[in-house]
Antibody, heavy 122, light 109 residues
Framework: EVQLWESGGGLVQPGGSLRLSCAAS????????ITWVRQAPGKGLEWVSG????????YFADSVKGRFTVSRDNSKNTVYLQMNSLRAEDTAVYYC???????????????WGQGTMVTVSS | SSELTQDPAVSVALGQTVRITCQGD??????ATWYQQKPGQAPVVVIY???NRPSGIPDRFSGSSSGNTASLTITGAQAEDEADFYC????????????FGGGTKLTVL
């Protein structure tokens, strides 16, 4: 079964750090980009970060650039989101998702994890 | 980077047809993907590409696109369709390759 699952969420103080993991199974992991999407309580989905299948290309939303980094270990079928200098506004459920590109060049986030909650509070 | 615009809320009578729209420059180049999200659950793809439904998605869900607007149509809305719907697409930005719409809350009356 194709699936993703996140771990590493929790309560952290403002200015602190947290590392999220996204583990995958059921597909050729290195063939797919992986993206992170977050959802603050009562709010919509916000794209946060992405990483290519090889790991050579990484992308970040302006709201997290310079504070978050993303990496992957294809031997472990895992993507990591390192979050530093956390702020109250980073409080959200963080989802990882697989990026599937079709023949037209359009992308879909076709497989999602269940999400992990990050709370930034003193 | 581009933005995608959705109406915040739409309502439909049970059994009737409803269209949810998504507008943005990126949609002139790329197809939108539509996600349904129910409370406490992860988003689920309902439409991707030109008009494709993943396995398990009812055929009352369909998609279309014209110019800078993508549409999700639910023909014969059911009570279980009440949810938040989001569109997203690839973007031509080298640094921000994907963009989301703000979401539409669908109420089935």
């Amino acid at each position: 079964e194709v699936q993703l699952w996140e771990s590493g969420g929790g309560l952290v103080q403002p200015g602190g750090s947290l590392r999220l993991s996204c583990a995958a199974s059921g597909f050729t992991f290195s063939s797919y980009a992986i993206t992170w999407v977050r959802q603050a309580p009562g709010k919509g989905l916000e794209w946060v970060s992405g990483i290519s299948g090889s790991g050579r290309s990484t992308y970040f939303a302006d709201s997290v650039k310079g504070r978050f980094t993303v990496s992957r270990d294809n031997s472990k079928n895992t993507v990591y989101l390192q979050m530093n200098s956390l702020r109250a506004e980073d409080t959200a459920v963080y989802y990882c998702a697989r990026v599937r590109r079709d023949s037209s060049g359009s992308d879909a986030f076709d497989i999602w994890g269940q999400g992990t909650m990050v709370t930034v509070s003193s | 980077s581009s933005e995608l615009t959705q109406d915040p809320a739409v309502s439909v009578a049970l059994g009737q047809t409803v269209r949810i729209t998504c507008q943005g420059d990126s949609l002139r180049t790329y197809y939108a993907t539509w996600y349904q999200q129910k409370p406490g659950q992860a988003p689920v793809v309902v439409i991707y590409g030109k008009n494709n439904r993943p396995s398990g998605i009812p055929d009352r869900f369909s998609g279309s696109s014209s110019g800078n607007t993508a549409s999700l149509t639910i023909t014969g809305a059911q009570a279980e369709d009440e949810a938040d719907f989001y569109c997203n697409s690839r973007d031509n930005s080298a640094t921000h390759p994907w963009v989301f719409g703000g979401g539409t809350k669908l109420t089935v009356l």
